[in-house]
């Protein structure tokens, strides 16, 4: 079952905040966030695994609420090479793989 | 390799002819995956191996699709009589274990085109 993202595009100017929302309607394991830029392969961000846990390197951040099966990736300050496809990817049910959802394009304009 | 090593890069090939994509996974990956991305879309999931266990094939569009992994490492995903639906980048991705709590990296993909 493939999570659900939104927004589906967000557009910002730099130094300004966004978060991009991901959900599932099954029990989820784990949860990954990656970034692709166009042309490339995607690129991991991070991995959570327990209830309310909450990650974050530089000014990206997130969280992962176990019992709402949701995830949120947080990005303050952004910076103009924020700009991207984030995907976020969770792993559920008895299969264990890593199902994408659609993905959140962002564009950090100057 | 010191990541997952795809090929070929780029693929055209005509409507009906079939077509092998290559993937090399990091030394030591006991998973690995393919997922397909048309343009402009999402990560659609194909198939998963896990070490020695059946692979999860739920995610193959067709049986025109086959994927098989020797030895525990390289896997070669083949498409029989390509359709221009085909057309895609295919990727592919292996983590040390499975993907709960692991990190998968991707290889750059492999472009297909059916003309």
């Known amino acids: 079952q493939q999570p659900v993202q939104s927004p589906q595009a967000v557009i910002l100017r730099e130094g300004e905040d966004a978060v991009i929302n991901c959900s599932s309607s099954k029990a989820l394991y784990s949860v990954h966030w990656y970034r692709q830029k166009h042309g490339e392969a995607p690129v991991f961000l991070m991995i959570l695994l327990k209830g309310g846990e909450q990650k974050g390197h530089d000014k990206i951040s997130a969280s992962f609420n176990e019992k709402k099966q949701q995830s949120s990736l947080y990005l303050t300050a952004s910076q103009l090479s924020y700009s991207g496809t984030y995907f976020c990817?969770?792993?559920?049910?008895?299969?264990?793989?890593?199902?994408f959802g659609s993905g959140t394009q962002l564009t950090v304009l100057p | 390799g010191a990541g997952v090593s795809q090929s070929p890069s780029n693929k055209v090939t005509e409507k009906g002819k079939d077509v092998e994509l290559r993937c090399d996974p990091i030394s030591g990956h006991t998973a690995l995956y393919w997922y397909r991305q048309s343009l402009g879309q999402g990560l659609e999931f194909l198939i998963y191996?896990?070490?020695?266990?059946?692979?999860?094939k739920s995610g193959l569009p067709s049986d025109r699709f086959s994927a098989e992994r020797t030895g525990g490492s390289v896997s070669t995903l083949t498409i029989q009589r390509t359709q221009q639906e085909d057309s895609a980048v295919y990727l592919c991705a292996s983590s040390l274990v499975g993907p709960t709590g692991n990190t998968i990296y991707f290889g750059e993909g492999s472009w297909l085109t059916v003309v």
């Open positions: 990817g969770t792993v559920s049910g008895s299969a264990r793989q890593l199902t």
């Open positions: 191996f896990q070490g020695n266990s059946a692979p999860d």
